[in-house]
């Protein structure tokens, strides 16, 4: 719900109540999860300093899940520094584990996550393989895979199917889901303006504002 606070004050609850070594696996998931939750605040060398914690508790367990778990709380971490490369390592070791256990839940969701930083470092043929095999195993619903799509070809220029494709994903994106319209809008306005449609790729931007007004609102609401 983003009550970051409300969730570090239950998971310090936690580890104040485990201490003990039968408890090492709540131990864990909470330094993870506070870790994650620092992550989510903005504040990356607290995230790391906790991630770091549990891990040790669970390569001393041989909790293989919970070492995905914080590899995928690194990786998100990585990302969000824009430090594509090693957000790709820990992605791929978190899909290693993954496979091997055959959570194929979280594996799709590992497909994604590297697609999206291939494409962030214009690798968008390397991109669209990863978010075909998240799509395979049914991660993407219908308007963020016509997202992707127009994604990957604005890359490629090939302005006319990313423009059809971002505007199905408009139409079927759910209003909860601003972050994805956004995206949408902001690809279309880019399009629109290397095409000299400068009216229309105004109105683009111009939805493209009113939406990120709204999140940033919305946001400040959490804060608060």
């Known amino acids: 719900n983003g009550q970051f606070f ?32 620092y992550f989510r605040l903005g504040k990356y060398n607290n995230a790391l300093e906790y991630v770091d914690k549990s891990f040790l508790i669970n390569q001393s367990i041989k909790n293989e899940e919970g070492i995905a778990y914080n590899l995928m709380v690194k990786s998100q971490i990585f990302k969000e520094q824009k430090n594509w490369s090693q957000a790709i390592i820990h992605y791929k070791q978190a899909l ?20 999206d930083c291939f494409m962030e470092s214009n690798l968008s043929d390397s991109a669209f393989v990863y978010y075909n095999k998240a799509k395979d195993l049914g991660l993407f619903e219908s308007y963020v895979y016509y997202l992707v799509l127009g994604k990957y070809y604005y890359s490629k220029k090939q302005y006319g199917l990313a423009i059809s494709n971002l505007k199905k994903c408009i139409t079927f994106t759910p209003p909860k889901e601003q972050k994805d319209l956004l995206a949408a ?37 959490k804060k608060l």
Do not use: W
């Not at 909470?30 to 939750?37: F, K, L, M, Q």
């Not at 809008?185 to 009113?210: C, D, G, P, S, V």
């Open 96 to 115: 290693d584990i993954r496979l091997k256990l055959r959570l194929f839940g979280q594996v799709s969701l590992v497909y994604a996550l590297i697609g």
């Open 6 to 37: 409300a969730a570090l004050e239950d998971y310090y609850k936690v580890l104040s109540i485990a201490q003990k070594p039968s408890c090492n696996t709540e131990i864990a998931y909470a330094y993870n999860n506070i870790g994650d939750a």
């Open 185 to 221: 809008y902001r690809i279309l306005h880019k399009i629109y303006f290397n095409q000299q449609n400068y009216k229309t790729a105004y109105m683009m931007q111009a939805k493209a504002m009113e939406i990120d007004d709204r999140i940033q609102i919305t946001n400040n609401i």
